[in-house]
T-cell receptor, first 115, second 115 residues
Framework: AQSVAQPEDQVNVAEGNPLTVKCTYSVSGNPYLFWYVQYPNRGLQFLLKYITGDNLVKGSYGFEAEFNKSQTSFHLKKPSALVSDSALYFC?????????????FGGGTRVLVKP | EAGVTQSPTHLIKTRGQQATLRCSPISGHTSVYWYQQALGLGLQFLLW???????NRGNFPPRFSGRQFPNYSSELNVNALELEDSALYLC??????????????FGNGTRLTVT
């Protein structure tokens, strides 16, 4: 079975400050890890993914995430947050086609960036 | 490029009725995924269709069913509606039956309300 935990329901940060959204996962075998963002009344948008390779993954809108195998974590980061980054962020894990292409999502973390 | 489109945007049904939700994937995408986003429960995987076949199913009762048409569009049917079926239903598509190398593209969802 695969699972994802996002320990913070909400993260508040001032504009211009660094932003971190935490994610830990559990999966059999090699993990496929993703971050998605959901703006109000919209579907999810893909931000970035880790499949293999470099532990630091760069994605859309200046976001990056660091894969840490020993800590089974995949935290999302942005060096300088913008008010427009305020949204709901989802971490997801999958186990490949052997797992039936199923992505398991965390409960989401709401990010509020204040001016 | 047109994104994933879902209809209707909102759907109000009474308990015991049937609901039909529709999804058109991005042109060229053969895989369609359905997720339920209920309040406080995050995203729950419902179904995966690829090339017209159901490939994987989440932990939902049989009254949740669907199909994929030859043009790769998809329907989600929910029979014998219950109050707890009220949720945002998200459809996603990917380029091929591999959601890891071809990340999911989500529609804006259908908000189903059961009264």
């Amino acid at each position: 079975a695969q699972s994802v935990a996002q320990p913070e329901d909400q993260v508040n940060v001032a504009e211009g400050n660094p932003l971190t959204v935490k994610c830990t996962y559990s999966v059999s075998g090699n993990p496929y890890l993703f971050w998605y963002v959901q703006y109000p009344n919209r579907g999810l948008q893909f931000l970035l993914k880790y499949i293999t390779g470099d532990n630091l993954v760069k994605g859309s809108y200046g976001f990056e995430a660091e894969f840490n195998k020993s800590q089974t974590s995949f935290h999302l980061k942005k060096p300088s947050a913008l008010v427009s980054d305020s949204a709901l962020y989802f971490c997801a894990v999958g186990g490949g086609q052997a797992a039936g292409n199923k992505l398991t999502f965390g409960g989401g973390t709401r990010v509020l960036v204040k001016p | 490029e047109a994104g994933v489109t879902q209809s209707p945007t909102h759907l109000i049904k009474t308990r015991g009725q049937q609901a039909t939700l529709r999804c058109s994937p991005i042109s060229g995408h053969t895989s369609v995924y359905w997720y339920q986003q209920a309040l406080g429960l995050g995203l729950q995987f419902l179904l995966w269709y690829d090339e017209g076949e159901e490939r994987n199913r989440g932990n939902f009762p049989p009254r949740f069913s669907g199909r994929q048409f030859p043009n790769y569009s998809s329907e989600l049917n929910v029979n014998a509606l219950e109050l707890e079926d009220s949720a945002l239903y998200l459809c996603a598509s990917s380029l091929r039956g591999d959601s890891y190398n071809s990340p999911l593209h989500f529609g804006n969802g259908t908000r189903l309300t059961v009264t």
